[in-house]
Every structure is written in structure tokens, then in C-alpha cells.
């Protein structure tokens, strides 16, 4: 995991601040009509997994039918579709297990007390058969739970104007969970049984997933990659000098999002699939200061921010969770009082690697910025995931984005002229961000940083 020109992204936060419509915006739903189909697209994940359409075994078809007793109608045929599409006996999993083997073990094994297994089950269903329904778009809180949880937001507090902040702030909120709303994303339609093997672990009644990951995933060498680790305070145990197994878990208080949500989500809302995965996400990144009740982290030596992860944290999840080198490659200069000064590359330069990056096979997970007229024109941002790119008959170029914060579940367009100049980093396979730049590990940069802050502070 590296980074380019890191200090830049300390200048603006990913708030999930709404991108007011504009003319030149070209955003709508993608199509499947001739002229809008896309020149390609990222393919559906990248490991190495046979793809079957068809139940082999006694075991699979037990499971299948086990299943298939547990719903209506209308899930039944999504999880025939999950079984044509090839997606459900996907094996692409850290321990190896199948789609099917995960979605099996939710409705066979205990859940967690407040969670049901069948309403569990039925959230699977619906992100095989349409990812884009994972949403970072917050639950409400019912008036019946109001009062607990602003007790445990005030920490029990009587004072009037805590109590009124609180249901304020729970009223009004709209969470900074993009980049890991994106990740989730990510995984879901790039790493389908991990994703599935990691629901059913944080659903289950200990709320946490164990994962093995390669230390060269993180940097080149272990020593320092194991630093990083460290540095981010992720729960782990070494295996050997080049593995390790974490441990992933969303804060204490998802759980009871994710419970609300289990009887009372509303159209539009986070599933609860996506309030304990966004949350854990988060929680990896924000060296397990997140809290899910009011979408706040703790400030660390990266970013005097509460809110989104940036650009390096985001990377490190990315890096931990898919078990690839990912590099964080920034685009836009930006200056010392938060507005847009030039850009590290052209704009052709950039639509090669991302082009090049999508023919890879691989999703790319961009931050993009806008000047925020509420706070002095200063840059405000946003995480989407790139999934695909067209050329319509005129000769405009087309990319075709996940947003998780756009009320669709379906796939977006944004144009290539409003799109390249306001992307202020992209996650890049290593072999392609490094093609022009000669860059440091992001673990390196981030110590230099670290080192430079503390400097500060005691000649102050």
C-alpha cells in the first residue's frame, strides 16, 4: 500500500457532503440499450475461482434446498439467479468457502440474539441480485429507542443542552461512510464469498470475522508492514514473518443500529449487512475509533478530522481487507488554504491509468472534490467506485460509477470533462501507479508526517 504526494490529503474531509446538480454533470442511471452500453467494464472479481452454474454435489443441493425452504417466491428466484450467474458457489473466500457454504451457515448457525437469520439471508439475496442497493444513507432512530441511545451518546448525561445536541445530531445525521461504503462495494462484487464469509462472521453472535492476510500486501517489507499494522492498532496475531491473522469488528454500538434496523428500516436506508460492515470498515481505518451512533472518529496523527476516512486510511483497508497492494495515487495539488492549485498529471495521463486499471479487471475507488461554497469555496469530497467506461456515437467518453450516497441502486454515468478534473486520488494496482511516479510506501510517508507533527508541537 503506497501513496503519492501524501500530504494533500489532509486538506479536505469525505463528509458524504450531497454534490449539488449542475448542468455539466452528465449523471443518470445506466442503460441497457445499444448506445449505452458499456466498452467495458470491470469483471465481476479477479481471483483465481472456478465459475459453476450448476449443483455438483449431495452437500451443495442439501444446502441449496435447505435454503430455498426458508423463502418466498420472489427470493427463491434470487437465489436461482445467485445460482446462474455463477456467483453463489464462488469460492473466492480467505478460508476457501463458498457463497452458498456462508448463506447456509446464517440460517443453520446461531445469529446474533437481535438479528434474524431469514432477514439476514434475504439482504444477501438482494446485493447478489443488485449490489448497487448497498447504501451509506443513515437509519433513523424510532422514537422508542430515542431515549437509550442519546443515554449512551450523553453518557447518561441530564444536562438539557447535551440531551437536545444529541437528538439534534441523530435527527439530522447523514453519515461520512463513503470510502467504506465503497469498499463494501468492492468486495461484494469483486470478492463475493470474502464478502459473504465477513457477513456471516459479523452477524453471528461474536460480531467479528478473523481474516489471513500477506504482510507484502501492506509493503514490501514485512518489518515495516508490521508497523503499519500495529500503527493502525488492528487486532492481530503473526503467523510468520510474511502472514498474519486480523481481527475485523465494528464498534460496540453498531450492533444496536444493525438490531433497529432489523425490524424497522425504511426504503432507501442502510441494510444491516451494510451499517455492520460500513462500521467495521471504519474501525479498521480509524484505529478503532468509530462510533456508530453518531458517526464520529477520533482525530490520530494522520488527520485532525472526526469525520470520513481520508485517502491513506481508506487505502489501508483496502489493502487489509481485499489482501492486495493497492496504491493511492493523488491527482489534484491543493493548497495551503484548501482550494484546488494545479494537478500532479494531465488529464489523458489519468484516463490511461484508469482505463488501463478497469481492463485489468479491477473496480477503482476515487476521491472527488468540489469547492463547498458553505465553507469559504474550501474543497469538500466524496468517495465513488468507478465500474466500467463507454464512448457514446458523438465521441464523449462515459464512466460508469457506484455512489453510494445517490439514492439509485443502479449504476451511475458521469462524463470524462466533468469527472477527470475534480478526481483527487484513485486507488491504482501498484504496477500502473508506479509507471510515472517513483513513490514512497504510504506507511513511510505517513511516519515522515507523524515524525514532522510531534516536531512541531515541542518547538511550539
Known sequence: MASVNFPNVNIYQTSGVRFKNSEEKSVQKSSPSADTNPAF???????????????????????????SNELDLSYRKKLEFALKTGQLLKNNSNDKSSVLD??????????????????????????????????????????????????????????????????????????????????????????????????????????????????????????????????????????????????????????????????????????????????????????????????KRAPNAWTQEDGGLIDFEKTYVESVVEDKNTTSVTYQIVDENGRLAGYEKDF?????????????????????????????????????????????????????CQDSDDDLAAPVELSEKFLLPKIHHAGLPDEIASRDFKFEDSWEVGLKDFQEMNKNKKSA
Open 348 to 400: 489523458g495521463t489519468i484516463k490511461k491509468e484508469l482505463l488501463d486499471t478497469l481492463r485489468m479487471g479491477h473496480n477503482i475507488i476515487i476521491g472527488y472534490t468540489w469547492p463547498d461554497p458553505a465553507n469559504d469555496n474550501k474543497l469538500a469530497g466524496h468517495e465513488i467506485t468507478i465500474v466500467g467506461y463507454k464512448t457514446k456515437p458523438n465521441g464523449e467518453g462515459i464512466f460508469i
Open 102 to 295: 456462508n448463506l447456509y451457515k446464517i440460517i443453520t448457525e446461531e445469529r446474533d440474539p437481535g438479528l434474524d437469520k431469514i432477514n439476514i439471508l434475504k439482504e444477501c439475496l438482494d446485493i447478489l441480485a443488485n449490489p448497487y442497493v448497498i447504501t451509506q444513507t443513515c437509519e433513523d432512530i424510532p422514537k422508542e429507542y430515542q431515549r437509550q441511545v442519546i443515554g449512551l451518546i450523553t453518557n447518561l448525561s441530564e444536562n438539557p443542552n447535551d440531551i437536545a445536541k444529541a437528538k439534534w445530531d441523530l435527527d439530522n445525521m447523514h453519515t461520512g461512510t463513503c470510502p467504506a461504503a465503497s469498499i463494501e462495494f468492492d468486495l461484494a462484487t469483486k470478492h463475493t464469498a470474502e464478502f459473504f464469509r465477513m457477513v456471516e462472521g459479523l452477524t453471528s453472535p461474536k460480531n467479528e470475522v478473523k481474516k489471513t492476510i500477506k504482510m507484502d500486501s501492506l509493503s514490501e517489507k514485512s518489518s515495516d508492514a508490521i508497523w503499519l499494522i500495529t500503527k493502525f492498532k488492528t487486532p492481530h496475531e503473526m503467523k510468520d514473518f510474511n502472514t498474519a491473522e486480523v481481527l475485523l469488528k465494528p464498534d460496540k454500538d453498531a450492533i444496536i443500529r444493525a438490531r433497529i434496523q432489523n425490524h424497522h428500516r425504511d426504503k432507501g436506508e442502510r441494510s444491516m449487512i451494510d451499517v455492520l460492515m460500513q462500521s467495521t470498515l471504519m474501525q479498521l481505518g480509524s484505529q478503532q475509533t468509530y462510533n456508530s451512533l453518531t458517526d
Open 41 to 67: 467494464r470491470a469483471e465481476a472479481y479477479t481471483s483465481a475461482v472456478t465459475v459453476r452454474t450448476s449443483l455438483n454435489t449431495k452437500d451443495e443441493k442439501k444446502k441449496y434446498e435447505a435454503l
